[in-house]
């Protein structure tokens, strides 16, 4: 049996790279070829597949913003591609991602999986830039696609919201490999061994204006506490906000701002945390918090799409809902007083883990996902 090829379309930073890293790593590849089409401008780090063999990658002008210039020369990019590699199937990640593969796969005749990795609509403050994205995922829904959702809340938005058909929405959740091996910070610690964590560009999507204050309440009862917030270096534009908010609330000796590291050190900082919080608006399947459950962190976040699928409330965490800062409060500090409630969440987030989001435990229905959505 020849193998399948699967043509990967997509914007490829933040969650979106590491999602696709993580599939072709692990996909056969006695069963499987892969190939990547990238933006120029993303990362310029190679991809690999199970053997450590370079995958071959083609970079063309996918750009995350709306430009229809950069975006025409894209699809018309995308289209000689295809029309060299003759994909058997194409993988579409991201919002940009996702258009302009619907549109090659509808002209070509070629099988779209589309994974949104958080829906674009989700992104935007205004109610008119939410209509109009909105309207476009729906325009391009009736083209000849399926959704591969990242976690179940994303599933339930392309059925409920964007108007998939149900058997139309597939889901395969972000998973990643066991973290076996904590290894030693190759940067320099400069915050207490007693910390809370988080990783969170300051953003619309993160909300990490809520974080401050969740911290600013917290210090009324525990001068102590110390919150290391990660990823602050990548595409930030609500740094300066941030910072002001620190200066406003005089929490400068109690928070450490992190660019972005290597993830060995991300892993380090939250497995040594005594807990990891979200304050996000929207996620697709976080991989922060995937992280987390594999390094036995309870974990306390906003009821937000993602996040409430890896945290089940009063089980490996807490929920919180209506982003209530007391509850939020009253729930950390309830974990970090209450050693044995908080054992008995880290035991289960590592069970969640293992069942749900073992890349290794996984893969196997990724395959059969691509392997039944051929061309017939």
């Known amino acids: 049996m020849s193998k399948v090829k699967i043509l990967h379309v997509l914007h490829s930073v933040g969650g979106v790279d590491v999602s696709l890293r993580l599939i072709l790593s692990n996909l ?16 310029d780090r190679a991809f690999y597949d199970a053997n450590h063999a370079k995958i071959k990658t083609y970079n063309c002008t996918i750009i995350r913003n709306i ?30 991602g996702g258009i302009l593969g619907k549109l090659v796969g509808h002209f070509k005749k070629i099988p779209i999986l589309h994974t949104p990795q958080a829906y674009s609509f989700l992104s935007v403050n205004s109610k008119i830039k939410k209509s109009a994205f909105l309207t476009i995922e729906k325009v391009f829904s009736k083209l000849n696609n399926k959704i591969l959702a990242s976690s179940t809340s994303e599933q339930n938005r392309a059925i409920n919201e964007v108007g998939y058909e149900t058997e139309k929405a597939l889901i395969f959740n972000n998973s990643i490999k066991p973290i076996d091996e904590i290894k030693p910070l190759s940067i320099r610690k400069t915050w207490p061994d007693e910390y809370i964590c988080s990783v969170g ?33 990548f595409h930030s534009p609500n740094l300066e906000t941030i910072k002001k908010l620190i200066k406003k609330y005089n929490l400068s000796k109690n928070i450490s701002l992190l660019e972005w590291t290597e993830r060995e050190d991300i892993f380090h900082i939250i ?19 995937i992280e ?12 937000a799409d993602g996040n409430r699928d890896l945290i089940k409330d009063n089980h490996n ?12 409060n009253q729930k950390i500090e309830l974990l970090l007083s209450d050693n044995e409630l908080k054992k008995q969440f880290e035991e289960n987030a590592y069970q969640r883990f293992n069942s749900n989001f073992n890349i290794n435990n996984t893969i196997q229905s990724l395959e059969r996902i691509y392997l039944n959505n051929l061309k017939k």
């Open 28 to 43: 056969d590849p006695n069963k499987f070829e892969s190939v990547v089409v990238k933006g120029k401008t993303d990362t």
């Open 67 to 96: 430009s229809p210039l950069n975006d025409l020369k894209a699809l018309k990019d995308l289209q000689k591609i295809v029309k060299e590699e003759k994909p058997d199937l194409i993988h579409a990640h991201s919002a940009k």
């Open 201 to 233: 560009r300051p953003s619309f999507q993160k909300n990490i204006e809520l974080m401050i204050e969740i911290l600013a309440e917290l210090k009324k009862k525990n001068s102590q506490i110390h919150l290391v917030l990660m990823g602050v270096g």
């Open 271 to 289: 497995k040594k945390s005594q807990l990891y919080i979200s304050t996000a608006r929207y996620e697709g399947l976080p991989y922060s918090i």
């Open 292 to 303: 987390a459950l594999a390094l036995k962190k309870a974990c306390v976040v906003t009821d």
């Open 317 to 328: 965490g807490f929920v919180i809902f209506d982003n209530n800062i007391k509850e939020f």
